[in-house]
């Protein structure tokens, strides 16, 4: 990410952590953070499982998760895994034997605490099944099932115990040569993800994957984990997020790129910016909002959006968006382009305006973007 040096308060400087790839995408160094969700179907159900990757990608997950805690479920990982267009990781607990099963299925990564999965041969074996089918490992502490050892040791769950935890593991990954590893040290509450999470980027170098877990509800848990991410991301820690919700996965994938757009760390699609209306609004700009929503969900190419009710704040807000709108009177707003004034437009027909403005402009994105890929090969 390149810093901004016109306006320096809107920097994030990373903390910096070491790559290393997922499949096809690098995660850590200077890799853009990736946002990853993770499907809730029935993972041997081809069909269900795929659709629910295909969807969580269309919306911009980098990578999704699928759970396999049975033989059903590696089985079909091999077909899930074919036909991702993302890569997929396999979340495995204690069996070491679905771990490798997963390995040797196409699986990109490897959810698992090397600690949790018995004597050191089977650590061995799962390590070298990740060697050979170039799997990552996730190590992922959670403050609900941390080692019976440290519970003792600290009496609850808290952050040094949830690093101790991580270092445990990671141990085991270095003594047998193997640095391919991110880690997370997860928690439903904020504050021990947040200290948890702080304590465990001072004491590694590896790659750090965000989460709160069981966050909640769709905004309970947007809410949690907007603060619980949003203030590590906002210090620079995080190389990969998952938001956690009870909720569609898409949502997942929405609300992590919301948070990282929100801190200028990753670009998506359009990014509105409207006002919340009021007696002065020239238009019903929450009812445009949501059409809007709707109808540029298919955007990718990154750009601004200003929908603005009144002049109160229109024109200022439009100088900084790409394009924008402020209502006026009688019937009718102003449509700013590059933050200048472009034309007048009627109520009833500007959704059908920004849409195609909208549209043209994405075009015109994609091609120079694919111009410059072009000059660069
Ligand atoms: S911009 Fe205008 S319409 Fe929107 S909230 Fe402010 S005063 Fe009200």
Same mark, same amino acid.
């Given at each position: ?30 890799? $853009? ?42 089985k079909a990982l091999k077909e899930i895994c074919r036909e ?29 605490? $090397? ?39 600290? !009496? ?56 709160? +877990? ?21 210090? !620079? ?41 009021c007696a002065r609004q020239g238009f019903d700009v929450i ?21 603005? !009710?009144c002049v109160v704040n229109g024109p200022g807000e439009a100088?900084? +968006?790409?394009?924008?709108? +402020? ?51």
């Amino acid at each position: 990410m390149s810093l901004n040096p016109v306006r320096p308060w809107r920097n994030v400087y990373r903390r910096k952590s070491r790559q290393i790839m997922v499949g096809k995408v690098p995660v850590g160094g200077d890799a $853009p953070i990736s946002v990853q969700t993770m499907t809730n179907t029935d993972t041997s159900d081809v069909k269900a499982t795929l659709d629910q990757v295909l969807r969580a990608a269309d919306v911009g997950a980098d990578i999704v998760r699928v759970s396999t805690p049975d033989e059903a479920s590696t089985k079909a990982l091999k077909e899930i895994c074919r036909e991702s267009p993302v890569p997929i990781v396999a979340d495995i607990h204690f069996h070491y034997r679905r771990a490798i099963e997963a390995a040797e299925a196409g699986a990109a990564c490897l959810r698992i605490n $090397p600690g949790n999965i018995g004597d050191e041969k089977r650590v061995r074996e799962v390590i070298a099944a990740a060697k050979d089918h170039g799997c990552s490992i996730r190590i992922g502490v959670n403050a609900g099932s941390l080692e019976k050892h440290l519970l003792e040791k600290y !009496g609850e769950p808290c952050p040094e115990a949830m690093v101790e935890s991580a270092l445990e593991h990671i141990r085991i990954l270095e003594d047998n040569d193997f640095r391919e590893y991110k880690v997370s040290v997860k928690a439903s509450d904020v504050f021990l993800s947040a200290a948890a999470y702080q304590a465990l980027a001072e004491a590694t170098d590896a790659p750090l994957h965000l989460g709160i +877990t069981e966050a909640g509800g769709l905004i309970s848990g947007t809410v949690k984990s907007a603060i619980g991410l949003g203030n590590l991301l906002w210090m !620079g820690i995080g190389d990969t997020i998952r938001v956690s919700l009870s909720a569609d996965p898409v949502e997942e994938v929405k609300v992590g790129y919301e948070i990282l757009k929100s801190l200028g760390l990753r670009t998506r699609g359009v990014q509105i910016i409207s006002c919340p209306s009021c007696a002065r609004q020239g238009f019903d700009v929450i009812k445009t909002v949501e059409a809007l929503e709707k109808r540029l969900e298919h955007i990718k190419q990154p750009m601004s959006l200003s929908i603005i !009710g009144c002049v109160v704040n229109g024109p200022g807000e439009a100088l900084m +968006t790409d394009i924008g709108f +402020t209502g006026g009177g009688a019937g009718s707003g102003m449509i700013y382009l590059a933050g200048k004034q472009s034309h007048k437009m009627s109520n009833e027909q500007m959704i059908d305006e920004i849409v195609r403005l909208v549209e043209e402009r994405a075009e015109k994105l994609a091609a120079e973007a694919q111009a410059a890929e072009a000059a660069a090969q």
